[in-house]
C-alpha cells in the first residue's frame, strides 16, 4: 500500500509540471523513495504511455503525459457527449488509417478491440496490434498538444504504430531509416514509374525542417476552410521524406492533425473509400516534384499542392460530420433543459 501512495505522489508530482524533470528532481520530492525503485517506476511508466521520456544516461528527463485535453471542438458538449465523440474520432480514425494500409478489421471489429480488449476471431495478430498501437498513438498526440513537435515525439509515435514488429537493425523503430525506400506507381499518362523517396542520408536535415514548419505554425489563425490546407502541406511533406523504414503513411495521417487540434478543431481523417485517390493524387505530386535532397528541402515547388489541399478539404467532411451529430443533440439536450426551467418558473 505504501508502494502505491508513493507511485500516486511521484505521478501527481510530474502532471504538476510544465517542463521536463531529472531523476534528482524527482528525488529531491521523493526522498524516502530508494532511486532505484524510482527508475524502475519511470521505466513502467514510460512504456505504458503514462510518462515521457528525452535524453539518455545521466540527462534522461521525464514528463506527464497525464495533461487534460484542451480539444476547443469538445468545449460546448456534456461529459458524456465529449466521451463518445473522442470514442467515435478515435475508432473511425485508427480504423480507416490503418485499412489504408491493408489492415483486415472492420471498424465494428475496431470498437469491440478497444473498448472490450478482445481479440477478434479470424483475425491476424499483426491486424489488433497496428490497432491498439495507433489508438495509443492517438493518446500520445492529445497529450503532447501542449508541448513543441519534437524528434522524440516523432520516435514515440513510430514506436507506438510499429508495436506489432520485431527489431531489426535494418529496418530500426524509433530511429530513422537506415535504406533508402520508393515505390512503384503510374503516372497520369497510363506509364509505370518509380518515385524514390530520400535518402537515408538527407533524412535529418529535411525532418529537421519539416519539424520547424509544424513549430512555426500559428494555430491561432487556423480556420475550419484553412485547415486542409495546412493538413495537406505537413501530410505531403512527411510521406515525400518517408523518414521511417515502414508506417509513414499512418505517422502522416496523426502528425499532419497537430496544427488543427492546437488550434481546437478536430482531426482530418482519409477514409478507406478514397483510397485510389488517396494514392494518386499522393503519386502525382510526387513524381511532378522528384525526389527531395536537403538542397531542396522539404517543399521545392508547393502549387503543385493544390490537387491534394483540394482532396483534403473533401476529406474533412467526414469529421465535420460526427461532430455536427454530437453538437445536434447538445443543441436539443439545451433546449429541453431551457423548457423546463420555464415550466418550473411558471
Known sequence: MADKKQQLQVLAYLRQQAQFCSLSDIRAKMDDVPERTLRRWLVAWVDSGLVERQGKGRATQYRSYESPLLLGFLAHLDEDLKSSLLSQIRDLWTHHSTALEGNTLTL????????????????????????????????????????????????????????????????????????????????AQGEQTFIQYASPADVPVLMAEWIQRVNAIDHTKITLDSAPSVYAELHMGFVHIHPFWDGNGRMARLLANIPLLKAGLPPLMITQELRREYISVLSAYQIAVGSLTSTRGVWPITEQLIDFETFCAGAYQKTHTLVAAMEKIQKERDANSETTIDSNDE
Open 108 to 187: 465494428g471489429d475496431t470498437h469491440f478491440l478497444l473498448e472490450e480488449g478482445l481479440t477478434i476471431s479470424g483475425k491476424p495478430l499483426k491486424d489488433h496490434q497496428e490497432v491498439i498501437g495507433h489508438a495509443k498513438a492517438i493518446e500520445l498526440i492529445y497529450h503532447g498538444l501542449q508541448h513543441e513537435v519534437s524528434e522524440s515525439l516523432l520516435f514515440q509515435l513510430h514506436h507506438a504504430v510499429q508495436q506489432e514488429l520485431v527489431n531489426d537493425i535494418y529496418k530500426p523503430i524509433g530511429d530513422w531509416k537506415l535504406e533508402v525506400n520508393g515505390t512503384y506507381a503510374i503516372t
